[in-house]
Each structure stands twice: as structure tokens, then as C-alpha cells.
């Protein structure tokens, strides 16, 4: 396994945190502000509807495999611009009012939005081709640190302080945070030699011949259990009773910070029992400690027990992205790395919208008891394809 310097994964980490601290304030934080200042429920999908960058990111992401200023690094090029389009981006979103400038917010919050997803293809592309094969897994257990920790800040800390700091402090407090890993790539030095890409835009084709069909099986089996669970916590802790704020503190400050230790040592997992026994065990652990939310779902409403109830789902769900993510870097191509992780990722992403779309609606039709109890179903089915697949396509560290 190749050593990295400690600045390498501080890198890493710092630019997967800082793409999620401004687009989960946005998506997360900015629904509850514009909702305690009187907004309609349906005007509010609008903010929702930012995400949509993030579904079809693939189809920019030949672009970013494709085209760079190579002297100044491939991917880092793409970065330098990116983080700087963020940091701007956030600074003038401060400068105009949310109640007399909505639309012009909006519009500025849906750039934010292509800048952030864009962002994640070029970091996807620089982590793909500067991890090797057995330091993969370490790679994505700090890829999923820092998404949660960008998440973490973005949705839990800067709301918590939003009223001391108000619209504008909140904004250049972001831009702060993204202007650091701009810093970080300064001082970075990305290898030149590396493959150049010929494919572009018939990647986007090439790449369902180019990988097994029991991979994609799995790729869409995966997230709908966990997606399902995951999507009716929200309105499960508001239908309890629990304010924005509680929910936030709940899920954010006191579950989260656990998710984060819990994907680090997925990483360290990976590396002692292998890529296919850790996604088995952790989907294995998902399908059963996913039914601690049956708790709350019974009307349990004490704030410790939820507490726990939160804690241990983050502790089982947070790790097993880290191996998929690992997983998904190794059907990728040298020549089109950023092109290959980011299809798999929108897939993921567009399966998971699908699912939390249509787990709220089974709830509300046949109540959360019975949505947690089909959860964890899919997920002893999406254990099943993984413990066969392991004999037609093996989830092992290509060689």
C-alpha cells in the first residue's frame, strides 16, 4: 500500500467537508428559515428541487475527465476554479434579502448548487486516481467523514448560530470554511503523468457494457432499504412532536459526530477482512439495527431513548457508503475516473431520491411501523445479492 502524507488525507477530507457545509445549509437549514418566516409548504419545494444538479452531474463529468490546464495539475485545476466560483458564490448570495429577493436568491443558491455538484466530480475524479487499490478503502471511510461533517456544520452548526449571525454572517462564515480547502489545493502538488482521457461523451454509454451485471444489480439494490429508513426520521420526530431545532440537534450534533467515527474505521475494516466480508457485515448489521427506529415508531418519546435509537442507526448505516464507494472506484477506468464514480454515484443518488419519495408515501399509508419493517427486509434482500454476487463477480481488490 502506498504511504500518503498526512496533508493528502487532510486534503481529502477538507474538500468532501467543504462541498457539503454550503449545499446541506441550502437544502437542510434554508428550508427550516424560509418555513419559521411563514412560507407555504408548496412554495418550499423549490428548495428541494436544488438537488437536481447533484442527480445529473454525469452528464457534465466527461467534460472534467476531458478538459484541464494539465501543467497546473488535471483535477486540481478543476478545483482551484471550483472552490473559488463556491467561496464567490456564497459571498454575493449574502449580499440579497431572502423575503424581497427570493427568486434572485433562488438562482443564486441553484449555481451554488451546479458548483458544488461539479466540485464533487472533480474530487471524485483526483480521489480515484490518486488512491491505490488497498488504500481505497481508508480513502472513502475519510470521503464519508467529511461529507457528514460538511453536513454537520452546514445543517447543524451554522442553523444553530443562524440567529446570532443572521443571513449574511452565516454566508461568509461558509465561504470562510470553503475558502480553506482553496488554500490547502494551493500548496497541493498533483502528479502530470498521468492517462489521458479519449472516451468523452461515449463514456456514458461504454461504461454499462464496461462493468458486470451483478454489480449493477447490487448497484440498485443497495440503497433502498437504508433510503427507506433513512427518509421517514424527519417526519417521524416532527409527527412526535420534536421542533426543527430538537430534530436538528438530535440528528446532527448528537448522531452524526458518532456516523463520522463509524466511517473512519470502515475504512480500516476494509483493509482487515476485505471489501466483500465488510459490506456483508455492515448490511447484515444495517438489516437488523435499522429496527431500533421501531422505538420512536411506537410512540417512545423520551429524548435519551431516541437519542440511542439515532446513535445506533448512524453507527451501522454511516459506515457501509465508505465500502461501496470503494467498490464503485474499483469498476472505474484510469482514462475516465471522474466520468465512471460519478455515474454510479447519480444512479445511487436517483434510486435514493426514488425510494425516500416513496417511503413517505408508504408511510403515510400504512404507517412508519410498517415502512421500517419493509426497510429492513430490502436490506437482508440487497445481503443476499451481495453474499451471491460474491460468486459470480468478486467484490475483492482487483488485481
Known amino acids: 500500500m502506498t504511504t500518503y502524507k498526512r496533508s493528502t488525507w487532510s486534503l481529502l477530507f477538507s474538500l468532501y467537508a467543504t462541498q457539503y457545509v454550503g449545499i446541506s445549509f441550502l437544502l437542510v437549514a434554508l428550508v427550516a428559515i424560509l418555513r419559521s418566516q411563514g412560507m407555504p409548504l408548496e412554495k418550499l419545494s423549490i428548495v428541494y428541487s436544488l438537488g437536481i444538479f447533484w442527480v445529473f452531474k454525469f ?3 466527461p467534460l472534467i475527465d476531458r478538459f484541464s490546464l494539465r501543467r497546473f495539475g488535471h483535477y486540481r485545476t478543476w478545483l482551484l476554479i471550483l472552490q ?7 459571498i454575493i448570495l449574502g ?3 431572502l423575503s424581497t429577493d427570493f427568486v434572485l436568491v433562488m438562482s443564486l443558491c441553484a449555481t451554488f448548487s451546479f458548483f458544488s455538484a461539479t466540485q464533487d466530480v472533480a474530487v471524485d475524479g483526483l480521489a480515484c486516481r490518486l488512491l491505490d487499490v488497498d488504500s481505497r478503502g481508508v480513502g472513502n471511510g475519510i470521503q464519508q467523514a467529511g461529507t457528514m461533517f460538511g453536513s454537520l456544520v452546514g445543517s447543524g452548526l451554522v442553523l444553530s448560530i443562524y440567529p446570532t449571525l443572521g443571513w449574511l454572517g452565516s454566508m461568509l462564515l461558509m465561504a ?3 475558502s480553506f480547502s482553496w488554500f490547502q489545493l494551493l500548496w497541493y502538488k498533483e502528479a502530470t503523468e498521468q492517462v489521458r482521457p479519449i472516451m468523452g461523451y461515449k463514456r456514458l ?3 454499462w457494457r464496461y462493468v458486470s451485471k451483478p454489480w449493477l444489480v447490487l448497484l440498485f439494490l443497495y440503497p433502498i432499504g437504508g433510503g427507506m429508513a433513512y427518509a421517514i426520521i424527519n417526519p417521524m420526530l416532527v409527527d412526535l412532536g420534536w421542533s426543527l431545532s430538537s430534530i436538528g440537534t438530535a440528528i446532527y450534533l448528537v448522531a452524526t459526530p458518532f456516523g463520522i467515527v463509524s466511517a473512519l474505521i470502515a475504512g480500516k475494516l476494509i483493509q482487515l477482512v476485505g471489501r466483500r466480508n465488510a459490506l456483508l457485515g455492515l448490511m447484515s448489521a444495517q438489516a437488523l439495527f435499522l429496527l431500533v427506529l421501531l422505538i420512536p415508531a411506537y410512540g417512545v418519546n423520551e429524548t435519551l431513548p431516541v437519542y440511542a435509537c439515532l446513535i445506533t442507526y448512524y453507527i451501522v448505516h454511516s459506515p457501509i ?3 461501496l464507494f470503494t467498490l464503485m472506484m474499483d469498476q472505474t477506468d484510469p482514462k475516465t475516473p471522474a466520468t465512471d464514480f460519478t455515474i454510479q454515484a447519480s444512479t445511487l443518488m436517483l434510486i435514493g431520491i426514488i425510494t425516500s ?8 399509508a400504512f404507517g412508519y411501523i410498517a415502512v421500517i419493517w419493509m426497510a429492513s427486509a430490502m436490506c437482508v434482500v440487497a445481503f443476499i445479492g451481495v453474499w451471491f454476487l460474491g460468486t459470480t463477480h468478486r467484490l475483492t481488490a482487483p488485481t
Open 357 to 364: 419519495g416513496a417511503s413517505t408515501a408508504l408511510a403515510g
Open 176 to 178: 470562510g470554511l470553503t
Open 205 to 207: 454509454l461504454s461504461f
Open 59 to 61: 452528464l457534465w463529468a
Open 95 to 97: 449580499f440579497y434579502d
Open 321 to 323: 457508503p465508505a465500502v
Open 84 to 90: 473559488a466560483a463556491m467561496m464567490i458564490n456564497l
